[in-house]
């Protein structure tokens, strides 16, 4: 997980709020995604990343934007924050390109909206 | 559409017994299938994967996979649980026919070994 962070790991929040989740990696991967993980539903795709300038909505994009401000750093806006985006956010990685199919995970973030 | 089904919210077991969790897939195409472990507080862990190659593979702490393509199924098992092997599995895919490249989660199975 060390090669994964994610800032901040928790965060009470109230509703309208702009607020930023961050993520940086170490393993020099190209390819990057923010997933969040709610009880029952498993994990889904917000966003996704394979290089700087190539950024893909996921499944549930919206109430979320996302920036790629290099290859290490990959980051999660919620413009106006709202109760149902109470959740545990994680940010993972990946590169194919090096035959390293499976992703590494950061050690998430969990955000509570009031 | 791909998917990834985990019919089972809990799986118990006793400790120095055997253990399955179960995923079965839907994909076109050659599936590229992955199980993870989530501790408490933490991110997923890679646990194993199946790309190509031998239908039972073996990963971390343990674990092996079998992978069934006539029954589209990709069982984790273990051949003696530990207490500590008590953590929430899921099961993945990767879109390999879409162009999207996405991965595709399961809800997760929640395994508890009992001392």
């Known amino acids: 997980d060390a090669d994964v962070t994610q800032t901040p790991r928790n965060r009470i929040t109230k509703t309208g709020k702009r607020i930023m989740l961050e993520c940086s990696q170490t393993?020099?991967?190209?390819?990057m995604y923010w997933y969040r993980q709610d009880p029952g539903l498993g994990l889904r795709l917000i966003y996704y990343?394979?290089?700087?300038?190539?950024?893909n909505k996921g499944e549930i994009s919206d109430g979320y934007s996302v920036s790629r401000q290099a290859q290490a750093k990959f980051s999660l806006s919620l413009e106006s924050a709202i109760p149902n985006q109470t959740a545990l956010y994680f940010c993972?990685?990946?590169?194919?390109?090096?035959?390293?199919?499976?992703?590494?995970f950061g050690p998430g973030t969990r955000l509570t909206v009031t | 559409a791909q998917s990834v089904a985990q019919p089972e919210d809990q799986v118990n077991v006793a400790e120095g017994n055997p253990l399955t969790v179960k995923c079965t897939y839907s994909?076109?195409?050659?599936?590229?299938l992955f199980w993870y472990v989530q501790y408490p507080n933490r991110g997923l862990q890679f646990l194993l994967k199946?790309?190509?190659?031998?239908?039972l593979v073996k990963g971390s702490y343990g674990f092996e996979a079998e992978f069934n393509k006539s029954q589209t199924s990709f069982h984790l098992k273990k051949p003696s649980a530990l207490v500590s092997d008590s953590a929430l599995y899921f099961c993945?895919?990767?879109?390999?026919?879409?162009?999207?490249?996405?991965?595709?989660f399961g809800t997760g199975t929640r395994l508890k070994v009992l001392a």
């Open positions: 993972a990685t990946s590169d194919p390109g090096t035959g390293t199919y499976e992703q590494y």
């Open positions: 990343s394979f290089d700087v300038k190539d950024i």
């Open positions: 994909v076109s195409g050659n599936p590229y």
């Open positions: 993945a895919v990767r879109d390999t026919t879409s162009g999207t490249y996405k991965y595709i």
């Open positions: 393993k020099g991967h190209d390819r």
């Open positions: 199946y790309i190509t190659g031998d239908n």
